[in-house]
């Protein structure tokens, strides 16, 4: 057995430090890129690396751990301290300017904390093998971290990443499935590498894990495993922030806009739930484009997708009747389709045309407000999309105020019909309730006037209930009842029910519509609308003869969650531009310039080439100075190596296949006292106890060095010196 070879960093192997640094580098450059400048990023991707070579070297060090730790929480609390000086400061930014004073801070900041944490985890994995986990936690974590929202559909973050790729016309998703792919693989083969048999092992272990990153990747690409997720909840905010006119307004605000009622893609029932809180909230679901400029009355995009209009003792569920809420289309096209009792378009409903691309799988089609036609359409990108069609409807064009003095039911409709969307819980202080709302405020003359009394109702939940996806009533008798006569918290599913069941209490026909809302303000440029999962919503609707079905939206003016968040309008952008089939382009943010110059890319190569050298030069002064602050046992290791880098610059290298001892021999006669040098090396390093101090270890490594140089060009040692890399070739 030979002395390890001392191109071994530390005592691991190139192999293994080059995995470590590039799994951690690009932990550093995830985590950092989308707060920082390109300056930071590179320089937390450098300060990385440089950590990973020097913590090699720590780790075989007699440094205490605790040391190490403690240099590493000091140097990153120099970093954000130097770092905030040089961007608050008056001196740096009137000396250098903003922008480069900005830069400074963010590589200094960036760049000091990632090198402290990368020296921290790599030296205590080091010393202590178990806290590799930690160590492969913390890179999965910083790459989950800047792929989070992406996960859920956000295909256009991060940003760096994903322009580059839509400009190019690829898709970002399996480049991201490489990019982790390709990390994990890193990290765990350099954790999984031993000392002895170490080539084969890495090779074995690279081969097996790139056979089951390949079929990640086949099943990602082949059965969609990774689609935004379907979630749980009917929307999740009150969206009071976007409210428009005045409070529980008919048909107005979304203001219960979610929380309730079952997966938003299935509608097939509204459920009560004590908590409806859902992980993927942000999820994007679909698509909408308007082919026409439609502005809804009040300001909201109501997409209907299924109904509830029969009373089962509990709740209201799709009615099971022929007859009922004929105007729900329950199937996907797969030809044109008219839809039944649909209300004709004219004075007071205005055609629209639209095309809804499904981002995820849903049960039911559904349509702006109140569809007359489906028709099917053609994926615009089979592989972004999973159906697209087309939907005609006939939108509501007149004033709320304008549906006064219209008469309930329809003319056509049996007392059988009537019946079935009047049905409520037999309770009657449903009854008591509605009859105290509409005559407490309502003019006499307005108390029978259907739509008046809906107003009425609407307002006045308004006014006296909270938004909460967080309540008490699913285990109720009457869930409904117990909402509406006790705290009156809840979400879209509770303020839907009471709205109906307080119309039907008037002998009204009402029943409760589900699908998705969106605000008018979201519309893109391009008149495309994303629906989120948080979108999905239920509202009350009221039946008016010659006009159909009127949405009742309850809107509370108070809420106990956080108000809503609006869709990503870069992310909305790119898909519509997919859904229409065109190729996205990318429109630079506000102050953000399209792309780098020839020169500033030349800059940018030239500062990273700079920086390699310096990181070059950082490692060959560590290993010149690090034999005189070493002592034993290390001394015996790092100051022949020291020596070893003296000969290499002046031209005297060990070849391959060449014993430590052979070379000591057949360089004895220009350096004699490198055969001391080495005996002491070998000696230390199999356990010789006849070793000599610290002090004579230091003179005979820098003797025998000096011996042999003098025997070598002055040019060459000159040039040796001058090369950053020289220390590559020492054997």
């Not at 034993?632 to 610059?649: F, N």
Request: proline share 6%.
């Amino acid at each position: 057995m030979s002395v390890r070879d001392s191109r071994d960093l530390g005592g691991e192997s190139w192999v293994v430090v080059l995995l470590h640094g590039l799994a951690l580098a690009v932990a550093a450059a995830a985590s950092v890129s989308e707060l920082s400048l390109p300056a930071g990023t590179l320089g937390a991707v450098l300060g990385t690396l440089g950590a990973v070579i020097v913590a090699g070297y720590v780790a075989r060090s007699p440094v205490r751990l605790g040391t190490v730790w403690l240099v590493a929480a000091g140097a990153a609390g120099l970093g954000l301290g130097l770092g905030r000086w040089l961007v608050e400061g008056s001196f740096v930014p009137s000396l250098f300017g903003g922008a480069r004073a900005m830069a400074a801070g963010d590589v200094v900041r960036f760049g000091l904390v990632s090198t402290a944490l990368a020296l921290a985890l790599r030296t205590t994995t080091a010393r202590w093998r178990p806290f590799a986990v930690v160590e492969l936690m913390v890179v999965a974590l910083a790459l989950a971290g800047v792929v989070a929202s992406h996960r859920d559909g956000a295909i256009n973050h991060p940003r760096a990443l994903s322009d580059w790729a839509w400009s190019t016309g690829r898709d970002p998703v399996p480049i991201f499935l490489w990019i982790g792919v390709a990390t994990a693989v890193a990290l765990a083969v350099a954790l999984l590498s031993e000392r002895r048999g170490r080539g084969l092992r890495v090779v074995l272990h690279l081969g097996v894990a790139g056979a089951l990153a390949a079929l990640v990747l086949f099943l990602a690409q082949s059965v969609r495993l990774f689609q935004p997720p379907r979630g749980e909840g009917l929307g999740s905010s009150n969206r009071k922030d976007d409210q428009r006119g005045q409070g529980g307004r008919v048909g107005g605000r979304g203001g219960g806009g979610g929380g309730g009622g079952g997966s938003s893609n299935q509608m097939n029932e509204l459920e009560f739930k004590n908590d409806y809180s859902s992980s993927s909230q942000d999820a994007p679901v679909a698509v909408v484009l308007l082919h026409e400029d439609y502005s809804p009355p009040l300001g909201y995009y109501y997409f209907r997708q299924t109904a509830f209009s029969q009373f089962n003792g509990f709740r209201l569920v799709a009615s099971t009747r022929d007859d009922v809420d004929r105007d729900i289309v329950r199937d996907f096209p797969s030809k044109s389709v008219e839809v039944p009792d649909a209300p004709e378009t004219g004075a007071e409903r205005a055609e629209v045309k639209t095309t809804v691309a499904l981002l995820a799988d849903h049960v039911h089609p559904f349509g702006l407000e109140t569809p007359t036609a489906f028709a099917p359409r053609e994926s615009p990108d089979p592989a972004r999309f999973l159906r697209a069609y087309d939907v005609t409807s006939a939108a509501l064009a007149v004033r709320y105020e304008d549906l006064l003095g219209k008469k309930p039911f329809a003319n056509s409709w049996s007392e059988e019909l009537k019946a079935a969307y009047t049905q409520m819980p037999d309770d009657a202080r449903y009854r008591e309730l509605a009859d105290k709302i509409v005559e407490g405020t309502l003019r006499p003359e307005f108390r029978l006037d259907p739509f008046a009394q809906a107003i009425a109702i609407s307002s006045w939940l308004s006014k006296n209930s909270v938004y909460s996806r967080k309540s008490q009533h699913a285990g109720a008798t009457d869930p409904t009842g117990d909402f509406l006569f006790g705290d009156r918290v809840g979400y879209c599913v509770h303020f839907a029910h009471a709205a109906a069941f307080l119309l039907r209490a008037r002998g009204l026909p009402a029943r409760i519509a589900a699908g998705y809302i969106a605000d008018e303000g979201r519309k893109g440029s391009g008149s495309s609308i994303l629906l989120r999962q948080k979108d999905a919503h239920a509202w009350a609707e009221l039946f008016l003869d010659g006009f159909g079905w009127i949405i009742v939206d309850v809107s509370p003016e108070r809420t106990l969650d956080p108000p809503d968040t609006p869709p990503d309008q870069e992310l909305q952008r790119l898909l519509g531009e997919m859904a229409r089939g065109q190729r996205p382009k990318l429109v630079p943010a506000p102050g953000e310039r399209p792309g780098l110059s020839a020169a500033e890319v030349a800059r940018a190569l030239a500062g990273i080439l700079g920086a390699l050298v310096a990181l070059a030069y950082a490692v060959k002064i560590w290993r010149r100075v690090i034999p005189a602050v070493a002592g034993a046992p290390s001394i015996y290791r790092v100051a022949y190596r020291a020596a070893l880098d003296r000969l290499a610059e002046a031209g005297w290298r060990r070849a391959e296949g060449e014993t430590r001892e052979r070379f000591a021999v057949r360089l004895g006669r220009v350096a004699p006292t490198w055969r001391d040098a080495t005996r002491q090396h070998v000696g230390a390093a199999y356990g010789g106890r006849q070793l000599v101090p610290v002090a004579e270890m230091r003179r005979l490594a820098k003797q025998a060095s000096a011996e042999a140089r003098r025997h070598a060009p002055w040019w060459r040692v000159a040039l040796g010196w001058l090369n950053p890399i020289s220390w590559l070739w020492a054997r």
